[in-house]
């Protein structure tokens, strides 16, 4: 596990090369196993922790929102090509968003959902693309695929929001596939004015920005007890639209039981 004082130490050795170089390498490809993963080892079943930034800061251009708790964005993550596929398939699937384990509409939520689920995909080649990334935020959060729930495509339009709320599903902790640990938060364009992320509690808003992510954590590092600092809010759209993605990320299997019924 690493620790927050190794996320911060990174902080300071990060260079310019770094960056350069991070930005043109494993960006959009798929996982290859190289020799760049063998410090990267995946955590063993029911552990987990921050991501390392040290590695990241050598794979991906990042910004360190914040420290303890690390908030983590990604620029320039995901490719125009691959934002296009992924709006082109979800704008008309969108439908009313809902909220928590009931997964209800109410006025906590105003933004539409389009969920990447496997009947929706059916055959589509969209699939590679998120198989790729799902891969590439597995090998990020050193958590198998499996312990990720399918892509939620989201739209807001103007007024549009989601209230503070935690990523954290209490009643999860019952249930096989655990709590939810991670978000890992795709931004797929640029929103005119709002719809900010905003951490009330760090007193950071991340401005969306086309193509980049931002990774944070709902609970304490290898606990299940949630990390309330890293609740957050989506601002209401001021102008234009806002489209964004989000990869809920679970201490344990969440596809095995999901397939099965046993895990909403
Ligand atoms: O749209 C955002 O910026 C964040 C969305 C969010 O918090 C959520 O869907 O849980």
Request: aromatic share 10%.
């Amino acid at each position: 596990m690493v620790s927050t004082n190794a996320v911060s130490g990174v902080l300071m050795v990060g260079t310019l090369a770094a960056f350069l170089a991070a930005s043109t390498t494993l960006r959009d490809t798929p996982f290859s196993g190289t020799a760049s993963t063998q410090h990267q080892q995946p955590f063993k079943p029911g552990e987990w922790g921050y991501a390392d930034a040290d590695w990241l800061r050598q794979h991906y251009n990042i910004t360190m929102l914040s420290e303890d708790p690390p908030v983590i964005q990604f620029n320039n993550f995901i490719s125009q090509e691959r934002i296009d596929a992924i709006l082109h398939f979800a704008k008309p699937k969108f439908a009313r968003s809902t909220s928590g384990i009931e997964r209800e509409v109410s006025n906590y939520r105003t933004s539409s959902t389009a969920w990447m689920l496997p009947d929706v995909l059916g055959n589509d080649p969209m699939q590679a693309h998120l198989k790729d990334m799902e891969e590439e935020i597995a090998r990020i959060v050193r958590l198998p695929v499996e312990n990720q729930e399918h892509f939620q495509v989201l739209q807001y339009q103007k007024n549009q929001y989601y209230k503070v709320h935690s990523d954290y599903i209490e009643e999860q902790r019952q249930q096989p596939c655990g709590i939810r640990v991670a978000t890992f938060f795709l931004y797929l364009n640029d929103v005119e004015e709002g719809g900010g992320t905003r951490f009330p509690n760090l007193n950071l808003t991340v401005q969306p920005a086309k193509g980049n992510a931002v990774l944070w954590y709902s609970a304490y590092p290898n606990t299940t007890r949630m990390d309330s600092r890293t609740d957050h809010e989506a601002m209401p759209v001021a102008k234009g639209m806002k489209y964004g993605a989000n990869k809920w990320i679970h201490i344990h299997d969440f596809v095995t039981p999901w397939a099965n019924g046993k895990t909403v």
